[in-house]
Nanobody
């Protein structure tokens, strides 16, 4: 069983930055592709970014490309999401997720374990 705990959310003005962290339990972190997703108010959960097991491969949603950076520290069992140039439309609950296997896809259904989420609110 994998447990994921997100932290780092909060209230920030548009144009500001936040860094989200996701701490994972268990011995399988380094063999697990990881993803960040978000759920805006009243909308479905959507893909934000994903990273390969060793961290050499990343993929981003078009809406965050160039502004967000996903990274991981396998020694610390932690995955990060650096969010810069935040916009009001980035407001959402942000979730990290892990999966078994090799690939790091964009689909919610492809991930096996989820954190409880952390709220990010961007004010005008």
């Amino acid at each position: 069983q994998v447990q994921l705990v997100e932290s780092g959310g909060g209230l920030v003005q548009a144009g500001g930055s936040l860094r989200l962290s996701c701490a994972a339990s268990g011995r399988t972190f380094s063999s697990s592709p990881m993803g960040w997703f978000r759920q805006p108010p009243g909308k479905e959960r959507e893909f934000v970014a994903a990273i390969s097991r060793a961290g050499g491969g990343t993929v981003y949603a078009d809406s965050v490309k160039g502004r967000f950076t996903i990274s991981r520290d396998n020694a610390e069992n932690t995955v990060y999401l650096q969010m810069d140039s935040l916009k009001v439309e980035d407001t959402a609950v942000y979730y990290c997720a892990s999966r078994r296997g090799l690939y790091y896809p964009r689909m919610v259904a492809e991930y096996d374990y989820w954190g409880q989420g952390t709220q990010v609110t961007v004010s005008p």
